[in-house]
């Protein structure tokens, strides 16, 4: 076995800055424009995005059928990474 073989390999450390953005609609039912918007503007507060477009937590699905969230569709994303920084 050589040196090299026997060094354990060293892996660095980054910090990698990432960003994503989405968006879509909801279908919900409400009396007014007003209503509709105050009510998903809550569920993304709280919830986020990600989680009206596709739902997978139990309390949030139950959360949108209590508000008569009918369904989301995403209709963008963008998704990247910022920059990456070299850790010590």
């Known amino acids: 076995m050589t040196k090299q073989e026997s060094m354990p390999f060293v892996k660095n450390t980054y910090r990698v800055f990432f960003s994503e953005e989405i968006g879509g609609y909801a279908l919900i039912d409400a009396s007014d424009e007003e209503e509709a918007e105050e009510k998903i503007e809550e569920l993304v507060q709280y919830w986020g995005?990600?989680?009206?477009?596709?739902?997978?937590?139990?309390?949030c699905i139950k959360?949108?059928?209590?508000?008569?969230?009918?369904?989301?569709?995403?209709?963008?994303?963008?998704?990247?990474?910022?920059?990456v920084e070299y850790i010590q």
Request: no cysteine; proline share 3%.
């Open 63 to 83: 959360e949108m059928q209590e508000n008569a969230v009918k369904k989301g569709k995403q209709t963008h994303g963008e998704r990247g990474t910022i920059s």
């Open 49 to 59: 995005a990600d989680q009206l477009l596709y739902p997978s937590d139990k309390s």
